[in-house]
């Protein structure tokens, strides 16, 4: 791959978008490059995710302006639902992704971060939907996924008004979970993705299966959502292993996705 680069750290992958010179802008070569990386993920051994952008100044800097500057009609709309598959292809993927937030997250950088389960962002990170500066929308679900993580109004100000935040804000708006130094940042999300990796698989992969899908229909519902993947936990070595370590006051679990 020319864009993305791939490293595992025990249960943990990290997937890199590697294209500083342009502040890791999305173009079409690099959606097809994630979209193949978590194709090649192996989910037996990798219990966590970690995406963030190469070099300190930028996560990701939005999609190629260059490229989408001469699409036609149609091809705005292919360029929007090739940029939205991949997302929601992230968004859904059975394992927990951990934005780690380096900077410039603008327009579909932003909206590739909001695609992941948890945001963290460094304290010169930058937010931002640009797109009707542009002349165009967001395209890659910033319109949908931004007014359900902060709320309806906020986001409506933020893409009519095209206004960058920085950190302080996005952490106060509720857009990010945590803001550390450039220095503490992937540490950080390493830590955090260890501690999610120690926990049943079957378990953590099932509530990104609850809270997906419930957040999508009515309560009576997404109840019924929650009652049939918490059944599927049971019979399982995992869930064994956990209920008997802790009635056995046992430290020590070892849970196999199974």
């Known amino acids: ?8 750290e025990g249960q943990v992958g990290i997937i890199t978008i590697n294209r500083p010179k342009a502040l890791n802008a999305l173009n079409s070569k690099v959606l097809e490059e994630l979209d193949a990386a978590l194709d090649a993920v192996d989910q037996d051994t990798i219990r966590c995710l970690i995406l963030t952008g190469a070099g300190e100044k930028s996560f990701v800097a939005g999609a190629d302006i260059g490229e989408m500057s001469t699409l036609t009609k ?12 991949i ?4 968004e859904t993927f059975p394992l927990p992704v951990i ?5 410039f997250a603008l327009g579909g950088g932003c909206e590739l971060s909001m695609s992941c389960d948890i945001r963290i962002c460094s304290d010169n990170a930058v937010f931002g939907q640009p797109e009707v500066g542009l002349g165009i929308t967001p395209g890659f679900g910033g319109t949908q996924r931004l007014a359900r993580l902060v709320s309806p109004g906020m986001a409506k100000q933020l893409i009519y008004t095209a206004r960058n935040i920085k950190a302080d804000e996005a952490y106060r708006i509720g857009l990010v979970n945590a803001v550390y130094t450039q220095e503490e940042l992937l540490p950080a999300a390493k830590k955090m993705a260890a501690g999610i990796a120690k926990n049943a698989p079957i378990a953590v992969r099932n509530c990104k299966k609850a809270m997906n899908e419930g957040l999508q229909v009515d309560m009576d519902q997404a109840i019924v959502i929650e009652e049939k993947l918490f059944g599927d936990c ?3 070595h995992d869930q064994k292993e956990g209920m008997g370590a802790f009635l056995e006051k046992r430290k020590e ?3 196999t996705n199974n």
């Open 1 to 8: 791959m020319d864009f993305i680069t791939y490293e595992v």
């Open 74 to 85: 149609a091809e705005g709309e292919a360029f929007g639902k090739k940029g939205n598959d």
């Open 87 to 90: 997302f929601r292809k992230l």
């Open 99 to 103: 934005a780690a937030i380096n900077g």
């Open 234 to 236: 049971f019979e399982t």
């Open 253 to 255: 679990k070892t849970f």
